[in-house]
């Protein structure tokens, strides 16, 4: 650990301009170094589902986790903090100090499009998930960032929104989780694009008071990138760091500023002593000792990505129909594009080049191998072109599976030429003279029919199927938002039909001009199947199996980074196909593939009902191990899922006139259903396993000083196989001469027995769950008298009641 005295000697080594240099990032994920103090460039890369090291590249292909709802639905604070060690191991492989994740954002409404790469709708929840996955990734020597602070809970204009947030629900809800971070030691904060209540949280005085002054955060406060925008925004303020580099708003100005006496240098001093101290903790800074070198991959990694997918499924109903029994099958039917293709991560800056993703298909099949596994497709669910990836592309020249990248000059020479595995080329190299990406393929038609194909990107762009032009023009760019810019660019498309088994080549091209970015994506789809058709086809291999497995799930539409959702429904015919596969086939099991809350209209004629969330790249053969029973679901809802949209009680992510006011105050997730007496589809915290508990009865210790109390309750597993509890404790206070939730979350505690066996839950419940903030006195206060405290196994289902009475 660094010293502040020896940080402040480092510091004085350096002149003026050498300090403000340090400020800046110097490229876009790494921090500049300094040979005068032994400082090295840092390495960023973004989490929080894999780490994808400082390249947009396919070849360069990462361990793939669950994604974070999947892991905050684990209620499982040990398995997070191995999933947290696997990260470290990853970016430590790929020479990454620093992993942007966790994210501690709320799911404030079931619209918000980035809810995948968040935890939970509750704040306590979200806290010790993130606390959890923190200490894991710091263990390993790499460095945590919590993000994006504060308030940034959805993505509608989220560059410029100014959420309006009273103090008491800012601190009771939004900082929670961000308080919780600085409690377990994370090395990062990271402030968000949004502003608060009027100010822009990268000049926000949120990051002097409460998080380095009253919480004593020791770390750098980075910017989100691209979010300082204007000259010395956030200079004389508790931003740290501004990300990414070269160039940006400080460096000169911020030079003259503290010349002139507008910023003072101490300032300056302060931040460059922050960086130090990371450099320190990390390994960047010479003699300070810090992370160890680079470790290989554990053996185990892809067994915890497994374990993980597995333990987060939650199993919303089943009568029975699992877990599968493989000497009673002969044939199951798995039907769906999504049992094929899988959603295993959400869209945005956070993807990653997994090596391998298994399906819900390979799965099964390697799970059950006596077994015919029929494939059925069921209807598509989008109609937009993906990018043109082996099997379907072929190099032009070679014939090998992927694409061809070319780098070419102003009058069409090439520069350069490289074999690409995938049409999604995001940072093609740039050399001198470049002036226009190329990217172009063979594709051989498996069908005939309408083709789509696509070009992503902006400014001047074209796309020629065998040397006709069917888009061309200029499209300029519209947006601010770096995602949109560098990872997502809009698709301009146009439909040509072919002949199946007569190949064409496919070239899109797009010219580099000013700061639009230089990603380009050449996409393509197939012939849409005809709904109807494709739904009565897989009811009918649903009815001559003995089992159909029907996965559905959101696409890149309709659940990504970058905007928001309108509607919870699912995309394409997926509601038709479950409800006729269902209606065929009597044991029908339905796994839904999604990273937040979708409809579920049909959820009650289901025999058996599934959550996989996205799972990663081991997300089939988890979800086989939980069918056939070889381990239990263990996953329980971080967050509440509706029957439809227009009964959630919070919904609103779009600004009007640019603020976004959150006016149900403490009441969003399990708390505005309880507020508004109305009855969801499942409860925060439920989820089944395979086998039944009863809850026989509950102590209540003490209040002990500043410490909290204990809650003891005891379960017993009245069904037939071992299995897992998760025993959770909520607070109430109907009395209050406060307004309060009607109940929150308080603690929880997992544990198991055999059948016909008892266990006893031990819930210790903090100090601070029957603590407010009071906004007249600036700090925590309790009210004295009595709480109620409720035990059981969601928030819609306590059937233990007892009170502690506080002073």
Not at 195 to 218: Q, T
Not at 358 to 371: K, Q
Not at 432 to 452: D, I, K, Q, S
Not at 717 to 735: C, F, K, M, S
Request: aromatic share 6%; glycine share 12%; with cysteine.
């Amino acid at each position: 650990m660094l010293t502040d005295h020896e940080a402040a000697r480092l510091v004085d080594k350096l002149d003026l301009e050498r300090k403000v240099a340090l400020l800046t990032g110097a490229d876009t994920w790494r921090t500049g170094g300094e040979t005068a103090v032994g400082l090295r460039a840092m390495t960023l890369s973004d989490g929080p589902a894999g780490v994808r090291g400082p390249a947009w590249d396919e070849r360069l292909t990462s361990l793939l986790l669950p994604s974070p709802t999947a892991l905050a639905a684990l209620w499982d604070e040990a398995l997070v903090g191995e999933v947290g060690v696997a990260l470290a191991a990853e970016a430590r492989r790929k020479g990454v100090d620093v992993v942007l994740a966790p994210t501690l954002n709320l799911h404030r409404s079931p619209l918000g499009g980035r809810h995948f790469e968040c935890f939970s709708e509750d704040p306590w929840l979200t806290g010790r998930t993130g606390a959890a996955l923190i200490g894991g990734v710091q263990a390993g020597g790499v460095a945590a960032t919590a993000k994006h602070f504060v308030a940034n809970d959805a993505e509608t204009e989220r560059l410029t929104v100014d959420v309006r947030v009273g103090e008491r629900v800012l601190r009771e809800l939004y900082l929670a989780p961000f308080e919780a971070a600085v409690e377990a030691g994370v090395w990062l904060v990271m402030s968000a694009y949004n502003r608060v209540n009027g100010a822009s949280m990268a000049a926000s005085g949120l990051l002097r008071e409460p998080l380095k002054s009253a919480w004593g955060f020791d770390g750098v406060a980075v910017s989100d990138w691209g979010a300082v925008r204007e000259p010395l925004e956030g200079a004389a303020g508790g931003l740290d760091l501004v990300m990414p580099g070269p160039g940006g708003p400080w460096g000169d100005a911020l030079v003259a500023a503290v010349r002139e006496g507008r910023v003072p240098e101490s300032a300056v001093d302060e931040k460059v002593a922050r960086l130090l101290r990371l450099a320190a903790r990390v390994g960047a800074l010479a003699g300070a000792g810090g992370a160890p070198a680079a470790p290989p991959r554990p053996a185990g990694a892809r067994e915890v990505s497994r374990r993980v997918a597995a333990a987060s499924v939650v199993l919303l109903r089943n009568d029975g129909t699992l877990p599968l029994r493989a000497r009673a099958l002969r044939t199951v039917a798995v039907v769906g594009p999504h049992a094929v293709r899988p959603r295993a991560q959400g869209g945005g800056s956070a993807e990653v080049f997994p090596e391998r993703v298994v399906s819900a298909l390979e799965g099964l099949r390697a799970a059950l191998p006596g077994v015919r596994i029929m494939e059925v497709p069921g209807p598509d669910v989008s109609a937009e072109p993906v990018p043109l990836d082996p099997p379907l592309a072929r190099h032009p020249g070679s014939g090998e599976p992927g694409v061809r990248v070319r780098m070419l000059d102003a009058q069409g020479g090439v520069l350069y030429e490289e074999h690409r595995l995938s049409g999604r080329i995001l940072e093609p190299r740039l050399v001198p003279g470049a002036h226009t990406v190329e990217v172009a393929a063979r594709l051989l038609p498996g069908e005939a029919g309408l083709w789509t194909f696509g070009v992503a990107g902006w400014g001047r762009m074209s796309l020629s199927v065998d040397g006709a032009l069917v888009v061309d023009g200029v499209f300029p760019r519209d947006t601010d938002d770096p995602t949109a810019v560098h990872v997502k660019p809009p698709r301009r498309t146009a439909r040509v039909r072919l002949a199946a088994g007569r190949p064409v080549t496919v070239v899109a091209r797009r010219e580099l001009a000013g700061d639009d970015g230089r990603a380009v994506v050449l996409c393509a789809a197939p012939p849409q199947r005809d709904p109807a058709r494709a739904v009565a086809r897989a009811a009918r291999a649903a009815a001559a199996a003995d089992v159909a497995v029907v996965v559905v799930g959101t696409t890149e539409e309709s659940e990504s980074e970058g905007r928001d959702r309108h509607t919870l429904a699912l995309p394409g015919g997926q509601d038709a196909l479950v409800r006729a596969v269902a209606g065929a086939q009597p044991r029908t099991v339905v796994c839904v593939n999604s990273g937040g809350p979708v409809e579920l209209p049909w959820h009650g004629e289901v025999p058996a009902l599934l959550l996989t969330w996205f799972g990663g790249g081991e997300a089939g053969a988890g979800l086989a191990d939980v069918l056939t029973g070889a381990v239990e679901p263990g996953g329980r809802l971080p967050t509440t899922w509706p029957v439809a949209l227009e009964q959630a009680p919070v919904r609103e992510t779009r600004p009007t006139e640019g603020a976004l006011v959150y006016e149900e105050g403490l009441h969003i997730g399990y708390r505005a259903w309880l507020r508004a007496g109305t009855e969801p589809a499942y409860w925060f915290g439920h989820g089944l396993g395979y086998t039944r508990w009863a809850y026989e009865r509950m102590s209540v210790g003490p209040v002990e000083g500043g410490a909290g109390f204990a809650v003891r309750v005891r379960v017993r597993n009245t069904g037939e196989r071992a299995g897992r509890e998760v025993v959770q404790v909520y607070l109430a206070r109907p009395d209050s001469a406060l307004e309060r939730p009607v109940r929150w979350l308080a603690g929880y505690a997992a544990v198991s027995a055999e059948p016909g066996g008892v266990a006893e839950a031990v819930v210790r419940v903090e100090a601070r769950a029957v603590e407010h903030w009071s906004a007249e006195e600036g700090g925590w206060r309790r009210e004295a008298g009595a709480f109620t405290v409720l035990a059981g196994r969601s928030a819609g289902d306590l059937p233990l009641t007892g009170v502690v009475e506080v002073d």
